[in-house]
C-alpha cells in the first residue's frame, strides 16, 4: 500500500479532528467504571500476563506496582513519576512514561477507570512530559534565562485531552523572536530550532526504558518548507490568509498546552475568527467529506467488518464519528458558541442538546465511539504499536478479545458488529451524494432543463453555459467552476420545481454577476438542500430580496438555522445580541457586528413572507422591533465612543423618539425610520470631556453620529435611511432639542400635521424615567396642551396636497391610492385629535379604541390589517405595485388568506370602499 503524505494534501487531518474529552461516566461493553477489588485485580493481572507481551514485562519490571495497584490507581501521575536527582531528564520522562501505561492499563482493565479517565491520564502526561522536555531544552541552553517565548499548541487527541493508548501527538511549535532566550549572537530563530529539535529528541529516542511519546510536526503550515518552530506573527498571518481549509477544521481541538502558555493563547484567540465563522465556507465540509471517500478508497482491506477491519478509517469506525461531529459543528458552530466543544463525545452532546442532530443518533454514536475506541485501546496495549486494526489472524485476535475480557475473537465481533453498521449508515446519509452532474452536450442539457421544469429550457441552457465559460469574475476560477459543477443538478432542479422557474434562474444569474466570489454560496447550497428550494422561492417571488443577494450573498447564512422562519425575538434580547462583541473591540467593529445583525434578521423576515412561515402583521412588528433593537444598541455605543473625547453633559441625557411607521411598531422591508432627537436637563451646560461642548453643540453632534451610524453604508450593508424631518421647525431646525424647547414648541407652535404625526410617537431610547417625561409631554399636548386650530380643515388640506404631489405608484398602492392607508390614518388622526381620544402609537389598537367609542365603524379594524398585510407583503414581492406575475399572484393570496387572486382584488376594492366612506363621512362632519 504506497504510503500517504500527510502534509500536503489533508491527510495530516486525519490524525486530528475527533477527540472527547467529556468527564463522566462512560459505559463499556455494558460496563460503567467499578470499584476496584481483589479478584478484579488478579483477574486484570492474569490478562495481562496472557495476552500482552508488552505489560506483562512492564508488569515484571515495575514490581511496587505490581504489589501496591490501589495506591497506583489513586495517584497515578505521583505514582508514575520517577526519581529525581543524577539521572537525565529523557530517562525520567521514559521511566514515567511506561509506568504510567502500566497503570492507565490496569485502571482500565480492571474497570477502575473509564474511558474517559484513561483518556484524560494519558493526555495529561502528553501536556506534563512536553512541558518539561520544553523547559529542559531551553535551561540546558540559557541557564539563566526565564522559560518563555517558545511555546506548544496541541492539535488532535492531545488538543482535545484525548490521547489513545500509543499516540503520537501532533504539535505546533511557535516562538516570540522578542522573548525567546537566546545565547550571544545567535538569531531567535536559530535558538527556535535548536530547542526544538532538543524537544524532539527528549522525547522520541528510544533505549532500553522504552520512548516518551512520538512527536508528529507535519501539521504546521507548508511542513515541507517552514522550519519546525514558527515565529507567531508569521504563523497568525498564515492561518489568517493562506490556511487551508482542513486546517481550520483542525484547529478547532487547538489548546496551549506546554511552554509559555500565554504565548500560546494568545496566537489562539488571534485565529479564532479563522476557525470560527459566521458565513461559513463549505469547501471545509466538502473538504472533510472528500477525505472521508478517499480514506474508504485507499484503506480498501481495512473496510469491510470482519477480521482485518481497521477500527480508526474502516466504514462506521472511529474517523465517520468524528466527522459527523465535526461537519455539524462547522456549520453551526461560528453563530453558536456552546457548539465549540474540543471532544467528539462532547460535541455530539452539544449538537443533541441544541437540536442540531437527532438525540437518539448521537447516543448512537457516542456508545460506537467509546467501544471503538476502547477496543483500539487493547490493540495498541498487546505490543505498544500504533495500530488500528482488528488483527486477520484468529489466534492474534482472541488474544486482542482475552484482553477486553471476552471469550474469544467471534465475540467481539459479534460486539462490535451491530455498532459499526449503525455508524455506517448514520454517516452515509450525511455524506453528499455523488454523480448526477449535467451534461455539457447542448441538446442533452437542453431536454435536462425542460424536463427539469423550464419552460423556456433554450434560455435557461444558455444562462447554465454562460456560468461554464466563466464570463463572470465569480466564476472565472477553477474552485469556482469544480464548485458550480457540483452544486448545478441539485439547483436546476430546485429552479425548476419553483413557482416561477424562469424568474428564479434569471434572478440567480443577476445575482451571480455581481458577485466578486460564488464558492461560498455554491457550498452552501450544496450542503443545504432545503436552503436551495427555499432560495427558489425568494428568486421567483421576491426581487428586493433577491437584489440584497447579490450585495451580500452571506445573508443566506442566517438561513440555515431553523430559527429563522421563527418570530423575531423580544427587544430585549435582540439588543443583547448586537451587544455581545469581544472585550476590546472598538466602535466601528461594534457597528459592524449590529449592522450584520439587522440585515441578517431583515432578509430572514422577508423569507418568512415568501415561505409562507408568518403573518405580515407580525412579521412587520418584527421589523419593527429589530429597528428599536438597533437604534438602542447603535444609539448606545454611539454615546459611549462620544463620551471618551467630549464626556457626559452633567444630569441629561439623550432621547430619540420615534414617529411614523416607526412610532407604530409596524414597518415595512423598505420602510425608513423617522425620528427626533431630544435631550433632558439644562441646555445652557457644558459636558466634562477632555473636548468640553455645550449642551445644545453635544447632543446635535451627538444626533449626526446617531444617524451615521443607522444611515451610513458599510461592508455590511446599508440599513435605514433616517427621516428626521418632524422635529422641531422642521429641516431647518436643530436636529436635537431640549425636552423644555420641544414642549414649547408643541404646546406653543406646531402645526395639525405636526400633531398628526403626535399621534404615533413613541420614545424608543433613553432611560425609563427620561423616556416617561416624554411620554408625558406627548400625553398633554394629544390631551388638549396645543393651539386651537382647524384640524379638519387642515387634515383636508394635507391629504389633497399628499395626492396632488404623491401619486400612487401603481393599482396595488394600498397606502397611497384612494381609499388606502394614507386614508384611514387621516380618518384616525383627526378623530383622535378632534375627540382628545384613542390615543395610541400603534395604528390598530388606535382604531380599536375609537370603534368601541363609537367614532369609527368596525370595519376599519379588518381593513386596517388587510392593507397594512398587502403592503408589506408587496414591498418584497411587487415593489413597483403592479401586478405581479401568476406564481406571485398566488404566493399574495396565500399570505392574506385569500383564496385566489380573483379574491385579492375583490377585498382590495371593497376595502377601500369602506374606507373611502369612513374618510368620506368624517370630512362632511360641519
Same mark, same amino acid.
Given at each position: 500500500?504506497?504510503?500517504?503524505?500527510?502534509?500536503?494534501?489533508?491527510?495530516?487531518?486525519?490524525?486530528?479532528?475527533?477527540?472527547?474529552?467529556?468527564?463522566?461516566?462512560?459505559?463499556?461493553?455494558?460496563?460503567?467504571?467499578?470499584?476496584?477489588?481483589?479478584?478484579?485485580?488478579?483477574?486484570?493481572?492474569?490478562?495481562?500476563?496472557?495476552?500482552?507481551?508488552?505489560?506483562?514485562?512492564?508488569?515484571?519490571?515495575?514490581?511496587?506496582?505490581?504489589?501496591?495497584?490501589?495506591?497506583?490507581?489513586?495517584?497515578?501521575?505521583?505514582?508514575?513519576?520517577? !526519581?529525581?536527582?543524577?539521572?537525565?531528564?529523557?530517562?525520567?520522562?521514559?521511566?514515567?512514561?511506561?509506568?504510567?501505561?502500566?497503570?492507565?492499563?490496569?485502571?482500565?482493565?480492571?474497570?477502575?477507570?473509564?474511558?474517559?479517565?484513561?483518556?484524560?491520564?494519558?493526555?495529561?502526561?502528553?501536556?506534563?512530559?512536553?512541558?518539561?522536555?520544553?523547559?529542559?531544552?531551553?535551561?540546558?541552553?540559557?541557564?539563566?534565562?526565564?522559560?518563555?517565548?517558545?511555546?506548544?499548541?496541541?492539535?488532535?487527541?492531545?488538543?482535545?485531552?484525548?490521547?489513545?493508548?500509543?499516540?503520537?501527538?501532533?504539535?505546533?511549535?511557535?516562538?516570540?523572536?522578542?522573548?525567546?532566550?537566546?545565547?550571544?549572537?545567535?538569531?531567535?530563530?536559530?535558538?527556535?530550532?535548536?530547542?526544538?529539535?532538543?524537544?524532539?529528541?527528549?522525547?522520541?529516542?528510544?533505549?532500553?526504558?522504552?520512548?516518551?511519546?512520538?512527536?508528529?510536526?507535519?501539521?504546521? !503550515?507548508?511542513?515541507?518548507?517552514?522550519?519546525?518552530?514558527?515565529?507567531?506573527?508569521?504563523?497568525?498571518?498564515?492561518?489568517?490568509?493562506?490556511?487551508?481549509?482542513?486546517?481550520?477544521?483542525?484547529?478547532?481541538?487547538?489548546?496551549?498546552?506546554?511552554?509559555?502558555?500565554?504565548?500560546?493563547?494568545?496566537?489562539?484567540?488571534?485565529?479564532?475568527?479563522?476557525?470560527?465563522?459566521?458565513?461559513?465556507?463549505?469547501?471545509?465540509?466538502?473538504?472533510?467529506?472528500?477525505?472521508?471517500?478517499?480514506?474508504?478508497?485507499?484503506?480498501?482491506?481495512?473496510?469491510?467488518?470482519?477480521?482485518?477491519?481497521?477500527?480508526?478509517?474502516?466504514?462506521?469506525?472511529?474517523?465517520?464519528?468524528?466527522?459527523?461531529?465535526?461537519?455539524?459543528?462547522?456549520?453551526?458552530?461560528?453563530?453558536?458558541?456552546?457548539?465549540?466543544?474540543?471532544?467528539?463525545?462532547?460535541?455530539?452532546?452539544?449538537?443533541?442538546?441544541?437540536?442540531?442532530?437527532?438525540?437518539?443518533?448521537?447516543?448512537?454514536?457516542?456508545?460506537?465511539?467509546?467501544?471503538?475506541?476502547?477496543?483500539?485501546?487493547?490493540?495498541?496495549?498487546?505490543?505498544?504499536?500504533?495500530?488500528?486494526?482488528?488483527?486477520?489472524?484468529?489466534?492474534?485476535?482472541?488474544?486482542?478479545?482475552?484482553?477486553?475480557?471476552l471469550a474469544d475473537g467471534a465475540a467481539l465481533v459479534a460486539l462490535l458488529q451491530p455498532e459499526v453498521e449503525r455508524v455506517g449508515r448514520i454517516y452515509d446519509a450525511l455524506a453528499e451524494a455523488g454523480g448526477g452532474g449535467l451534461s455539457s452536450d447542448p441538446d442533452l442539457l437542453g431536454e435536462r432543463l425542460a424536463n427539469a421544469g423550464f419552460a423556456d429550457a433554450e434560455t435557461a441552457r444558455r444562462i447554465v453555459e454562460g456560468w461554464r465559460g466563466a464570463t463572470y469574475p465569480a466564476l472565472r476560477s477553477p474552485a469556482a467552476q469544480s464548485a458550480l459543477e457540483g452544486v448545478l443538478p441539485m439547483l436546476i432542479d430546485a429552479f425548476g420545481a419553483a413557482p416561477d422557474p424562469q424568474h428564479a434562474i434569471t434572478r440567480f444569474d443577476a445575482m451571480l454577476k455581481r458577485l466578486p466570489s460564488a464558492i461560498n454560496i455554491f457550498r452552501l447550497l450544496e450542503a443545504q438542500p432545503a436552503l436551495t428550494r427555499l432560495l427558489s422561492a425568494i428568486l421567483s417571488h421576491a426581487p428586493t430580496l433577491a437584489e440584497q443577494l447579490g450585495r451580500r450573498a452571506e445573508l443566506l447564512d442566517g438561513l440555515i438555522d431553523a430559527s429563522a422562519l421563527a418570530p423575531v425575538d423580544a427587544v430585549p434580547t435582540l439588543v443583547a445580541a448586537m451587544a455581545a462583541v469581544e472585550r476590546g473591540a472598538d466602535y466601528q467593529w461594534r457597528l459592524e457586528h449590529v449592522r450584520r445583525i439587522v440585515n441578517e434578521k431583515r432578509f430572514a423576515l422577508g423569507a418568512q413572507i415568501v415561505a409562507g412561515a408568518s403573518d405580515p402583521l407580525d412579521v412587520s412588528a418584527g421589523y419593527a422591533r429589530v429597528a428599536e433593537a438597533a437604534i438602542q444598541a447603535l444609539a448606545a455605543a454611539a454615546v459611549e465612543e462620544f463620551a471618551t473625547q467630549h464626556g457626559r453633559v452633567p444630569g441629561s441625557e439623550l432621547v430619540i423618539l420615534a414617529l411614523g411607521r416607526m412610532g407604530g411598531g409596524a414597518l415595512t422591508h423598505a420602510s425608513d425610520l423617522d425620528l427626533i432627537y431630544l435631550f433632558t436637563g439644562d441646555y445652557a451646560l457644558e459636558s466634562d470631556g477632555r473636548r468640553p461642548l455645550g449642551a445644545v453643540t453635544y447632543y446635535n453632534r451627538l444626533a449626526q453620529r446617531v444617524t451615521a451610524a443607522l444611515s451610513v453604508p458599510t461592508a455590511a450593508g446599508p440599513l435605514y435611511e433616517v427621516d428626521t424631518r418632524l422635529r422641531p421647525s422642521g429641516a431647518q431646525g436643530p436636529l436635537s432639542v431640549s425636552l423644555e424647547g420641544f414642549a414649547r414648541y408643541q404646546e406653543k407652535d406646531a402645526w395639525t400635521w405636526e400633531h398628526m404625526a403626535l399621534t404615533r410617537a413613541r420614545p424608543v431610547f433613553g432611560s425609563a424615567a427620561a423616556c416617561e417625561q416624554v411620554q408625558a409631554i406627548i400625553d398633554g399636548v394629544l390631551h388638549g396642551a396645543r393651539p386651537d386650530r382647524d384640524v379638519l380643515a387642515d387634515a383636508r388640506k394635507m391629504r389633497a396636497d399628499i395626492a396632488a404631489h404623491k401619486p400612487p405608484a401603481g393599482p396595488l398602492d394600498a397606502k397611497l391610492l384612494d381609499g388606502g392607508l394614507v386614508d384611514l390614518e387621516f380618518a384616525v388622526h383627526v378623530q383622535q385629535l378632534g375627540h382628545r381620544t384613542g390615543f395610541d402609537p400603534r395604528l390598530g389598537r388606535a382604531i380599536d379604541a375609537l370603534v368601541a367609542q363609537g367614532l369609527m365603524p368596525p370595519a376599519l379594524r379588518a381593513a386596517h390589517d388587510f392593507l397594512t398585510r398587502l403592503l408589506v407583503t408587496l414591498r418584497l414581492v411587487a415593489p413597483d405595485a403592479q401586478p405581479p406575475g401568476p406564481s406571485t399572484r398566488a404566493l399574495i393570496a396565500r399570505t392574506l388568506g385569500l383564496p385566489d387572486w380573483e379574491a385579492v382584488v375583490a377585498t382590495l376594492d371593497a376595502t377601500r370602499q369602506e374606507v373611502r366612506h369612513c374618510w368620506a363621512a368624517i370630512q362632511a362632519r360641519d
Open positions: 500500500m504506497p504510503s500517504v503524505p500527510r502534509g500536503q494534501n489533508g491527510y495530516a487531518l486525519l490524525s486530528l479532528l475527533c477527540i472527547s474529552a467529556v468527564h463522566r461516566s462512560c459505559t463499556i461493553s455494558g460496563r460503567q467504571a467499578t470499584p476496584l477489588t481483589e479478584a478484579s485485580l488478579s483477574e486484570t493481572f492474569d490478562r495481562i500476563r496472557a495476552h500482552s507481551p508488552f505489560l506483562g514485562l512492564v508488569l515484571g519490571r515495575e514490581a511496587d506496582i505490581a504489589d501496591d495497584p490501589a495506591t497506583a490507581l489513586r495517584d497515578p501521575l505521583g505514582t508514575a513519576a520517577a !526519581p529525581t536527582g543524577a539521572m537525565p531528564i529523557a530517562r525520567q520522562l521514559r521511566i514515567e512514561r511506561r509506568r504510567l501505561a502500566l497503570i492507565a492499563a490496569i485502571g482500565d482493565l480492571s474497570g477502575a477507570y473509564d474511558f474517559d479517565r484513561v483518556s484524560r491520564l494519558l493526555s495529561d502526561f502528553a501536556d506534563m512530559a512536553l512541558d518539561r522536555a520544553i523547559t529542559a531544552a531551553i535551561r540546558e541552553r540559557t541557564p539563566d534565562a526565564p522559560v518563555q517565548g517558545f511555546a506548544a499548541l496541541a492539535l488532535g487527541k492531545q488538543g482535545s485531552r484525548e490521547l489513545n493508548y500509543s499516540s503520537d501527538i501532533d504539535p505546533i511549535l511557535i516562538f516570540d523572536p522578542a522573548r525567546l532566550p537566546c545565547r550571544p549572537r545567535e538569531a531567535p530563530e536559530e535558538a527556535a530550532v535548536r530547542i526544538a529539535r532538543r524537544v524532539l529528541e527528549l522525547l522520541q529516542a528510544r533505549d532500553g526504558d522504552g520512548y516518551v511519546l512520538r512527536v508528529d510536526l507535519r501539521l504546521r !503550515p507548508s511542513p515541507e518548507v517552514t522550519p519546525i518552530a514558527l515565529p507567531v506573527e508569521a504563523a497568525i498571518s498564515y492561518y489568517e490568509s493562506q490556511a487551508l481549509p482542513w486546517e481550520r477544521a483542525a484547529f478547532i481541538r487547538a489548546r496551549a498546552a506546554a511552554g509559555d502558555l500565554p504565548l500560546g493563547q494568545g496566537f489562539l484567540d488571534a485565529i479564532r475568527p479563522f476557525v470560527w465563522r459566521r458565513a461559513l465556507d463549505y469547501g471545509t465540509i466538502r473538504e472533510i467529506q472528500e477525505i472521508s471517500r478517499r480514506i474508504r478508497d485507499h484503506y480498501q482491506q481495512g473496510q469491510r467488518f470482519g477480521p482485518g477491519y481497521d477500527l480508526k478509517r474502516g466504514r462506521g469506525g472511529i474517523r465517520e464519528v468524528e466527522f459527523f461531529a465535526q461537519i455539524h459543528q462547522l456549520i453551526h458552530g461560528g453563530r453558536d458558541a456552546a457548539l465549540r466543544v474540543p471532544a467528539t463525545r462532547g460535541a455530539l452532546a452539544a449538537l443533541a442538546k441544541a437540536g442540531r442532530i437527532d438525540a437518539d443518533e448521537a447516543a448512537a454514536l457516542d456508545r460506537a465511539y467509546v467501544l471503538l475506541r476502547t477496543i483500539e485501546h487493547r490493540l495498541q496495549m498487546i505490543d505498544d504499536r500504533q495500530t488500528h486494526s482488528l488483527p486477520a489472524d484468529s489466534a492474534a485476535l482472541d488474544h486482542v478479545a482475552r484482553l477486553h475480557g
